[in-house]
């Protein structure tokens, strides 16, 4: 499985931007997907994950109402809505993709994405 993350850039604080990450292969529906980011100075964190037939979901509690997981199967495509962005948000996106389900834990992910930078001015 081959992943592509997209649709990072520069927003403004309050704004919204949506993540995508486009996978490759036939079996996507097989592996669920997660979301990690990783700012400046710090170290990557779990931000939230959707079972492979997108029946469930969860997130961080820091992101908890504010970012929305969800994928399309027949698009190969998980995705990352994020709102009411703020400074804090500021980071290096991945997307991972887990055989063995859902999860926080990054060492559980077997193929990740090469990430895409969201920046969020004040």
């Known amino acids: 499985v081959q992943l592509q993350a997209s649709g990072g850039g520069l927003v403004q604080a309050g704004g919204s931007q949506r993540l995508s990450c486009a996978a490759s292969?036939?079996?996507?529906?097989?592996?669920?997907m997660g979301w990690f980011r990783q700012a400046p100075g710090k170290e990557r964190e779990f931000v939230a994950t959707?079972?492979?037939?997108?029946?469930?979901?969860y997130y961080a509690d820091s992101v908890k109402g504010q970012f929305t997981i969800s994928r399309d199967n027949l698009k190969n495509t998980a995705y990352l809505q994020m709102n009411s962005l703020k400074p804090e948000d500021t980071a290096v996106y991945y997307c991972?993709?887990?055989?063995?389900?859902?999860?926080?834990?990054?060492?559980?992910?077997?193929?990740w994405g090469q990430g895409t930078l969201v920046t969020v001015s004040s």
């Open positions: 991972a993709a887990s055989y063995k389900g859902s999860s926080s834990y990054a060492y559980e992910y077997d193929y």
């Open positions: 292969g036939r079996t996507f529906r097989r592996y669920a």
């Open positions: 959707i079972s492979g037939s997108a029946d469930s979901a």
